[in-house]
């Protein structure tokens, strides 16, 4: 199994191609290698401040970003901007 | 004169934003502190123009800076630049540096300090009716902004409390080792803004009271 550096990597990769499924699927992958590593055994949760008139929650338990980045554009956008720092 | 002190807390993430202010500057402030449901447009309007410092959580846009329920505090065109005229404002929410912002410094406002990009971080939604005490998650992208306030209610200038959030960010983030939280550092330091006079300061007020140092408040019980 890779280490979760790796998946990280893979998921920046992914979500500088804007290419939704992989990076969901590395995502998944990245939070499990996480968990084998010994990590994350609280219940981790995603936040941020802006208004209900965007079309993503404002808390998201890490396990539903894969499923939710394929579900609101404008959610793998956040994440995106997050992770790759391109505006 | 008061500080506004304004703490939304309806949902997880004003929940564990204004826990760390409750926990960290509500007790180094006089009144007026707008905590639930105090934190509507009335209250504020009524206590805005009496103070020297307006600090915010709550959910916000690119014109919009929201309270309790998201009802609307601030919004671009539709105050009285009496709340705001020569005050240093910092509002920890997402966008308002975007529009919010400039106009409030067009309208006398002497310093705003809030973010371009939406305010992200990683909380521990186990913690929720005690949100100080999530210093693994939380603490890493808050603690910087109760750093950054603790700066400004010391007398320090708008500028230099922007440098010291900025400063505990890079920390931050050169120590964490959790790839996500790191990224949520980093992108919050990246669009953390000073718009305004950099030398505008505000009274400096006494610090934290040994007790509180020590004892956080009770913990939070309404559901979130």
């Not at chain 1, 920046?12 to 290698?33: H, I, M, P, V």
């Not at chain 2, 308002?96 to 971080?121: Q, R, S």
């Amino acid at each position: 199994m890779a280490s979760s550096k790796e998946e990280w990597g893979r998921y920046q990769e992914a979500l500088r191609r804007g290419d939704k499924e992989a990076a969901a699927d590395a995502f998944r992958r990245y939070l499990e290698a996480k968990k084998a590593e010994g990590k994350g055994s609280s219940k981790p949760t995603l936040v941020n401040l802006s208004s209900k008139a965007k079309d993503y929650p404002n808390a998201v338990p890490l396990e539903s970003i894969p499923k939710i980045m394929q579900e609101k554009p404008e959610f793998f956008d956040l994440m995106r901007r997050i992770v790759t720092k391109e505006k | 004169m008061p500080t506004v002190l304004a703490m939304a807390d309806f949902d997880l993430p004003t929940r564990s934003a204004s826990g760390f202010m409750l926990r960290y500057i509500a007790p180094r402030v006089e009144p007026v502190q707008l905590l639930g449901m105090l934190v509507r447009r009335l209250p504020f309007r009524l206590a805005a123009p009496q103070s020297d410092i307006i600090i915010g959580t709550g959910h916000g846009d690119v014109d919009t800076f929201t309270g309790q329920n998201e009802a609307i505090l601030l919004e671009v065109g539709n105050y009285d630049p009496i709340e705001v005229k020569g005050k240093v404002i910092k509002l920890l929410s997402c966008q308002t540096g975007v529009e919010l912002g400039p106009d409030l410094v067009k309208n006398g406002c002497a310093a705003f300090m809030g973010y371009t990009d939406d305010y992200v971080w990683v909380m521990d939604s186990d913690l929720a009716s005690t949100p100080w005490a999530d210093k693994e998650f939380a603490g890493k992208c808050l603690m910087p902004v109760v750093d950054g306030l603790n700066a400004l209610l010391d007398g320090k200038s708008a500028g230099e409390a922007l440098n010291i959030e900025l400063e505990s960010y890079s920390r931050n983030a050169k120590m964490e080792e959790d790839e996500l939280v790191k990224a949520c550092i980093e992108f919050n330091r990246e669009n953390a803004i000073l718009i305004g006079d950099g030398g505008a300061s505000i009274r400096a007020r006494p610090s934290l009271a040994l007790p509180f140092k020590l004892i956080p408040p009770p913990p939070l019980l309404m559901p979130v």
